[in-house]
């Protein structure tokens, strides 16, 4: 696993990490108090105002009893027998966790609102209308299911593509219009399935990328649950291949036995190594430094986490660069979470691209990140390099996007201005 990447070279040190049970238990016993309270606080409302009330009350039942479905363990899912019904009900539980989401968002602050109303009126004598509790009510139930609406459509169709160009200080004139597409964060799973994947691989091979990079969170199941969907990915197609790296779900779903398989499919997964992408043709150089100047290193760390899973798979940003050839100065890093960002600077990297946050994928989870993340989503700078944080291309549990578009990235490399 050092430095530059070596045919066949596979690591096979720990056998996968077994799945750890959800707390089903007291998960379902929590969510059916929150149901409990958003009932509470909003049938008695909507009660006034329409004799349509009910169908509220069957919505928040199906939500509180559907919510924890998508926990239950693998060996049930995966039961043939039970597959397409339990499919659907994966489903429904995953719609409902994202409309219960925005609901109970919606609901904590509309009893915000309705507080700050009441003091108002104690505290100034201002008159509040009657009409305000009720429509208040419908307001929360329309919002929240007309963000779910959205957000399905949102998180069920095809990435779009995003064009970055990122400056890079002395790029080699053979280097300028480089080109990166950049896909992260699919998790293939449970409602990511081979025709998603395949839409996916159509328009990033319509892009005619230098390089393709997948930056972790590819899988959200074992290999064999979900190696006839991701098989689509054997089909891209770049200059210089398709290179992947790790990510915390790997590990959740047995890294060692997804590294085999994706590089059966032809992909060239980084495990803290590089590659040298030579851009000329080499009867085309004249000197030594002019082909190495030509060239462009490409390094991918094994994710953030992974040292928790196998000792050796601790990510290395240094490591990935052993035995670089020194006059190769242009050094791009795969890394799937943008923490790898302090290190990977200081190891004089001159661009990082990440995934991991989903840019938070739907309000109000997008301002969470940041308390694990130095970035959500974008170009950023770091000292003397430079971070690209996709939003992911697919999305993780509930269907659902909104306010965080998922992306393909191209990434072009061009010269900084001086």
Do not use: C
């Not at 080499?282 to 991918?300: H, I, K, N, P, Y």
């Not at 994928?361 to 390099?385: C, E, I, K, S, Y």
């Amino acid at each position: 696993m050092r430095g530059m990447r070596l045919a066949g070279d596979v690591s096979r040190a720990m056998p996968a990490s077994p799945s750890v049970p959800m707390p089903i238990r007291p998960l379902s016993v929590l969510t059916a108090l929150l149901h409990v309270y958003i009932a509470l606080r909003l049938l008695p409302a909507l009660a006034t105002l329409t004799p349509a009330w009910p169908l509220a009350l069957v919505l928040l039942v199906v939500s509180a009893v559907t919510m924890p479905l998508p926990f239950v363990s693998r060996s049930h899912r995966a039961d043939r027998k039970a597959k397409p019904a339990g499919e659907t009900l994966h489903w429904i539980g995953l719609i409902s966790m994202g409309w219960f989401s925005s609901l109970f968002i919606l609901t904590l602050v509309r009893d915000l609102g309705l507080l700050l109303a009441w003091l108002a009126s104690a505290l100034g004598g201002l008159q509040v209308p009657d009409a305000v509790a009720p429509w208040s009510a419908l307001a929360v139930l329309a919002l929240a299911t007309g963000v779910s609406l959205i957000g399905f459509f949102n998180a069920r169709r095809t990435a779009g593509v995003k064009q970055v160009e990122v400056p890079i200080r002395g790029l080699p004139a053979a280097l300028a219009g480089f080109t990166i597409a950049q896909l992260s964060d699919i998790h293939v799973g449970p409602t990511i399935r081979n025709g998603y994947i395949q839409r996916i691989v159509d328009a990033v091979n319509g892009l005619g990328a230098d390089a393709i990079a997948i930056t972790g969170d590819l899988v959200d199941g074992s290999v064999p649950e979900l190696r006839e969907h991701i098989a689509p990915l054997a089909g891209l197609r770049a200059r210089h291949g398709t290179f992947v790296v790790t990510g915390n779900h790997e590990y959740y779903a047995g890294a060692h036995a997804w590294i085999d398989e994706l590089r059966r499919l032809g992909l060239k997964v980084l495990l803290n190594e590089h590659v040298v992408l030579q851009t000329r043709n080499v009867r085309g150089a004249q000197t030594d430094e002019e082909l190495f100047e030509s060239a462009l290193v490409l390094a991918g760390v094994t994710d953030f986490t992974a040292g928790h899973f196998d000792a050796a798979h601790a990510s290395d940003p240094h490591l990935a660069l052993y035995d670089a050839p020194p006059l190769v100065h242009t050094r791009v890093l795969l890394a799937h979470q943008p923490r790898s960002a302090p290190v990977a600077a200081a190891a004089g990297y001159q661009l990082q691209l990440s995934g991991h946050t989903h840019g938070g994928q739907f309000f109000p989870w997008n301002l969470f990140v940041p308390m694990q993340q130095p970035f959500t989503a974008g170009l950023h700078r770091l000292h003397d390099m430079w971070i690209y944080v996709s939003r992911g291309t697919g999305y993780w549990g509930p269907p659902k996007r909104f306010g965080a578009p998922s992306e393909i990235t191209l990434v072009t490399l061009v010269p900084a201005q001086p």
